[in-house]
């Protein structure tokens, strides 16, 4: 709804073309606003550009939905969606990674951690181990 405001108020047609990176560009503010709080704190900048080239990517498969009639599917569909997302992510990821994101701990600890439980399952059940 705010995207179709903006859109209107600078007089740009409600294509997708310009919907989507404006969406994802507004939640990429939103994250980045999120943390700005944190210490050591990762780049919003590079958080918001994750997002508004997420939406760049989203307005590249409409449009070539539109130009082929065909959605982006099938074998080269999943090439394409890797490629872009790891391309994409390599700035988040390195944010996340440098203001110690990878190493925080969510949940206190206890045994009904997520991971541990996940281990636990694995363990027990994928590999048929005993802890």
């Known amino acids: 709804m705010v995207s179709t405001l903006i859109l209107r108020a600078i007089h740009l047609p ?19 606003a999120m943390v700005i709080g944190m210490h050591p704190m990762p780049d919003p900048f590079a958080l918001a550009s994750f997002f508004f080239f997420s939406g760049i990517g989203s307005a590249l498969e409409a449009t070539f939905r539109q130009v082929t009639g ?10 394409w969606t890797w490629i872009f997302a790891f391309y994409t992510g390599r700035a988040l990821a390195r ?10 701990v969510f949940l206190p600890e206890g045994r009904l951690r997520p991971g541990l439980v996940v281990v ?11 802890r």
């Open 14 to 32: 409600l294509r997708p073309v310009f919907t989507l990176p404006l969406v994802f560009l507004l939640s990429g503010g939103m994250h980045g």
């Open 70 to 79: 065909k959605r982006v599917r099938g074998p080269w569909g999943r090439v």
């Open 95 to 104: 944010e996340a990674l440098d203001s110690g994101l990878g190493a925080t």
């Open 120 to 130: 636990d399952l694995l363990t027990r059940w994928v590999f048929d181990l005993k």
